[in-house]
DNA sequence: TGTACATCAGTGAACGCGCGTTCACTGATGTAC
DNA sequence: TGTACATCAGTGAACGCGCGTTCACTGATGTAC
């Protein structure tokens, strides 16, 4: 095994590690001398492959994103581009499955922030990704004329959101429907946290079909049909 | 001062501190050292007050969710009661705001949960008085026949649900109407937390305005007029 | 093809630190007679 | 009202622990001539 590939099997190993212990201990108490202890090294050996626990914690907050992102790409993909509603059950679906699959990824990412730890740039392009594919479906229904008959916007949506930002995730996309589009993500993100961080209590007596008919009522909220 | 009140004002100082460090370090780095430094006492003078530092953990968790659960119960009693519009409106208004105005208890008690803790039972009941609040007002809006002309449940609805839990929390509310009462709640946690925890972004231009117009767009889709 | 040198993965000891919890203690506050 | 005793808040030292990071080092892998 050439130097190089055995440098990068080692890093996925220490990722690997990593990502474990986000389920044993948290993030805020993820340690690299766990790590290390882990992929059998001496702790300091670590260091030659991240610069430091921060540099550790970035790496698998990308990584966490990315892998989320794909997965929601793929799903959108797996459908035809013009069955809205389709795709935004596929993605919702797919968001809550790989929740469900990585639970400490997802508390990292959409959980409390890790108190004393910034996220660096370079975590900003992958957090996006799910987001661009929920903003894409909310888009190409707008320019199909499918947001149902009452597409306005209500007084003062207009002023409520960032007019960049909102041209660089749905583009062409009025501010009533995008401000509608954007609660729907946030009734997609609260119902999976709640349901992933036990705040439901009893009240799911199944929780697959709750969280499809939660599914449906969002979409009927955006207008997608 | 008495030792009673002595003690009660101890135990004060305790909680504040441990309040204080939940915002300065996170609940999973949250030190009873820490808070006996914060106190002015010894490091061991605080097991006068707490067992133990998952105690301590478990008072500021009960606390904070009866404090949050207090501002709703005012908001919610501060309107009249056939407001139900109103009502949704203003504790909706008064979760977010107890939620600006205290980040780390919300994370704390909604955001990922602090690994290694298990939440006893007693801070089950402080939990559902919020969500005790908001079911009260759909069920209200049930009774007065005002959930619009379609409250009839989406197929599978009554199986997704817990009976009996519905029934403590939405009294006589049918499935679906209980499901969207769900749903806007999920969307109020999800908004919020998203907003709190910075995953807007740059989006939103004026957040106010935005979470007013979530909320309307919430009541909505519960069908409370 | 062989040799000299550079690169770099991993070692092991050490640094200074903060943590939760226990324990025997002092001294002030409260209570019973 | 005064005395003897019990209660209990707070002290200070100690326990054993794990942490992040640095540093001088060994020895194997790769490279240039």
């Known amino acids: 095994m050439s130097r190089a590939e055995h440098r990068e099997q080692q890093m996925g190993l220490i990722l690997e590690a990593g990502r474990r212990q986000l389920a044993e201990r948290g993030a805020a108490a993820l340690s690299l001398r766990e790590v290390a202890r882990d992929v059998g ?12 626990r921060d540099e550790l914690l970035t790496l698998l907050i990308t990584t966490a994103f990315d892998d989320l992102g794909e997965a929601a790409e793929q799903a959108d993909a797996a459908r035809r581009r013009s069955d809205l509603r389709g795709r935004w059950r596929a993605v919702g679906t797919a968001v809550r499955r790989w929740a469900l699959d990585h639970p400490h990824e997802w508390a990292l990412v959409y959980g409390s922030p ?54 660089a995730l749905m583009p062409g996309v009025p501010a009533g429907p995008a401000l509608r589009g954007m609660t729907a993500w946030t009734g997609l993100v609260g119902h999976v946290s709640l349901e992933l961080f036990g705040h439901f209590g009893p009240m799911l007596a199944n929780p697959e079909r709750a969280f499809s008919l939660a599914l449906d009522e969002l979409a009927d909220l955006v207008g997608i049909t």
């Open 114 to 167: 890790v108190p004393g730890y910034a996220a660096p740039e370079s975590t900003v392009v992958p957090a996006t990704r799910v987001t661009a594919v929920l903003g894409t479906i909310v888009a190409d229904a707008a320019l199909a004329g499918r947001l149902g008959d009452d597409p306005a916007a209500p007084k003062g949506a207009t002023r409520a959101l960032d007019p960049a930002a909102l041209a």
């Open 41 to 52: 090294m001496v702790s300091s050996a670590v260091y030659r492959y991240v610069g430091s």
